[in-house]
Structures are given as structure tokens and as C-alpha cells.
């Protein structure tokens, strides 16, 4: 046998782990069996309003469109589990707090993954020699999922996000290249008869196993949809302010998460310590480029940001600071934000048991729940 591969990959591995990640593996994916369930779920509708998902559909069959010569691709995973899960489901019962997706507690994990990689091929390249080589990490039209199975890094939960015996609390990454590395046995399934995440779902987004209608999902609600959110979603998105994590938190695998503890900089920033509804509703343009940069968030746009918090405080207790909030936002420019503040304000008035200024109930429009 060759020594080279062996001690390459033996090299890979070393490099990966002290680089933070926390799983490594390699594949020569064949595409054609995920792009046709692509084709098919584009076919129904269920990418909704996300239209450059139906661009480059021939890149995505092919990774070596992305990189000529590509021989490999290199699939790693990095946590970013930084909270308990008790914590995190504590914060969904307190209706006055923003809830964020805890992979967007900290900074942009696109640049942070994408540098470790060319990290990774910096490394292998000094004891190795030159070879062709560029990382991804959801930055290209890349099957991540497919090919982390592919690769054996995990497999596809009935929630469609890939899982580990360490749960799905991870960003994956690849890394393609020529490199003589031999590929890994695919993954197999081990989610059995389980359909937790099927039940938990708050607008039953996940339609069967394994089958996900993004127009439902309050991930894609609150940061892909560009525009009123429907009204029958409305009430089950709570105080989610930015996306979702039900079916991960409710996952079984995920007791056996990786913490992600010498990672700090996807620990909850200083910003977001206090996410009380009122507060964040007050942040001003300037104020939110400030307090997340670096942060996935900032690419919603203060415009939705508003929107979901006016949604969350419509969902919560009729305090005074509810009211206060939304009355900082009555005039608003923008018309998504004007509309969720006055569906909030009718809201809050009826469950007070009061009746809102008749200028407040003309500003909602109603919204379909298939307008996405």
C-alpha cells in the first residue's frame, strides 16, 4: 500500500482537530439522486420566496464545476453549541425575551469556518506540497447535506439537517481539492421510528420525513422572506426573533452535543445579553450595523429585524413596555414594519381587553397565509 495517502490522512486528521473541528471525512459524491429531489421539491414550491435556490442548478451536480480537477472533497464539522439546551427552552417560555437561533448567537460563522479551512489547506500544503484547493461553508451552490452523508461525517434527519451520534449542533464545511485521499464509507441512518422533530415543529413545517416546506418554517420566516409574513403563521412564531431551533433542541442525539468550548467567538456577543422585546425593538439603524457586526443578523436588515420583533411583542404579555415599543414605529417608512406593528398593537389591545385608535386598524392588510 501507498504510505502517502495513509499519512495524509492521518496529517488531515491531526490539523482538522486542532483547528477546533470536531469531525473530519472525505467523499467522491455522486449528486444526481439529490439533484433530482431538488428538482422536485423546487417543482412544489416549498423553496417559497428563496428563487436563487433554482439558479445554478447545474453547479450543484457537479463540485468540479466549482473547482476544475477536483478529486475529493474534504467534509468537516465545527460546533457551536455555547448554551444548554434546558436554558435555550427556558428563554422560548419567557414571551418578553427575543429568541435567536443559537448559531447566531455569535459572529458569522460563514467567515469563520471558510478561514479555518484555508487554514486547513495552508497546513497540509507545508508538509504535503502544492495542490488545488477552495473552502465553502454554505457559500456556494454545494449538496452540504448530501455530502456529508455521502462522506459518512453524519446522516440526514428527518428534520432534513444532517446529525451525529453528537447531535446536529454544528457548521459544516468542505473543503475541495485534488488530494490522493481515499473516500470514507457513507453514513447511516440511526434516527429509527423517532419523529420528535415532526412534532414540535410550531407551524408544522416538516411535512413527512425528511420533507420540509420552507414557506412554514419560522427559520425561513424570519430571516429568508423578504416582506409581510402571513397571518395565520404569525401567532405560532412566539417570541422567535430570528430563526429556530425546536427540532434540534428536541432531538434526542442532541443530549450528546459537542460543546463548542474553545470557540469563543460563537458564544452569545455582549449585544445580545439583554433581549428583552421593548429594547431590541428600540434599536435604531446605526445601532444595529453596531451591535452586529460580524453577526449573521446584520444581513435580515434592520427593516425585517423590526418586523419579527413587532410580530414577537404582538405574541407577548400587553405590558406598558409593549406599547411603548410598538408606538416607536407607528410611522415607519417601511410598510412591512408599520403593518406587523399595527397587527401587534390590535393584538395586545384585545387581549388587554381594549380597543386600539381606529388609525392603527387601518394600517393591517390582510396577508395570506400562501403569500410567500
Known amino acids: 500500500m501507498d504510505p502517502l495517502p495513509t499519512h495524509l490522512r492521518r496529517l488531515l486528521t491531526r490539523e482538522t482537530l486542532a483547528l477546533g473541528f470536531s469531525q473530519v471525512r472525505v467523499s467522491r459524491p455522486t449528486l444526481t439522486h439529490a439533484s433530482q429531489a431538488l428538482d422536485q421539491w423546487l417543482a412544489a414550491g416549498h423553496h417559497g420566496t428563496m428563487n436563487w435556490l433554482e439558479r445554478h442548478r447545474e453547479l450543484r451536480r457537479s463540485p468540479q464545476q466549482l473547482l476544475p480537477g477536483t478529486q475529493v472533497v474534504i467534509s468537516v464539522s465545527l460546533p457551536y453549541h455555547t448554551e444548554p439546551i434546558s436554558t435555550r427552552w427556558q428563554q422560548l417560555q419567557q414571551p418578553e425575551q427575543g429568541y435567536i437561533a443559537q448559531y447566531a448567537l455569535g459572529d458569522d460563522y460563514h467567515r469563520v469556518v471558510r478561514q479555518r479551512l484555508k487554514q486547513l489547506a495552508e497546513r497540509l500544503t507545508q508538509v504535503y506540497g502544492p495542490f488545488q484547493w477552495r473552502p465553502f461553508s454554505d457559500s456556494a451552490p454545494l449538496f452540504e447535506v448530501e455530502i456529508g452523508q455521502q462522506s459518512g461525517l453524519g446522516w440526514r434527519g428527518k428534520h432534513t439537517l444532517l446529525l451525529q451520534r453528537q447531535g446536529s449542533l454544528f457548521f459544516l464545511g468542505e473543503l475541495l481539492c485534488d488530494l490522493p485521499l481515499e473516500p470514507d464509507p457513507p ?113 435580515i436588515g434592520h427593516i425585517r429585524w423590526l418586523r419579527n420583533i413587532a410580530i414577537a411583542l404582538g405574541n407577548g404579555p400587553p405590558s406598558s413596555e409593549a406599547f411603548q415599543a410598538l408606538a416607536l414605529h407607528h410611522q415607519h417608512p417601511a410598510e412591512q414594519v408599520r403593518e406587523s406593528v399595527a397587527w401587534a398593537w390590535q393584538r395586545l389591545h384585545a387581549r388587554r381587553g381594549t380597543q386600539p385608535p381606529p388609525e392603527s386598524q387601518s394600517r393591517i392588510r390582510p396577508i395570506d397565509a400562501t403569500e410567500n
Open 187 to 299: 453514513g447511516t441512518d440511526h434516527c429509527g421510528s423517532c419523529r420528535a422533530c415532526l412534532d414540535i415543529c410550531p407551524t408544522q413545517a416538516i411535512l413527512a420525513p425528511y420533507q420540509l416546506d420552507a414557506r412554514r418554517c419560522i427559520a425561513y420566516l424570519t430571516i429568508e422572506h423578504d416582506g409581510p409574513i402571513p397571518e395565520s403563521l404569525r401567532p405560532l412564531i412566539g417570541n422567535r426573533i430570528y430563526g429556530c431551533d425546536d427540532c434540534q433542541l428536541i432531538c434526542p442525539w442532541n443530549r450528546f452535543a459537542t460543546p463548542a468550548l474553545t470557540l469563543p467567538f460563537f458564544a452569545r456577543r455582549h449585544a445580545l445579553q439583554a433581549t428583552t422585546l421593548s429594547r431590541l425593538m428600540a434599536w435604531t439603524p446605526s445601532d444595529f450595523e453596531t451591535f452586529l457586526q460580524r453577526s449573521p443578523i446584520r444581513r
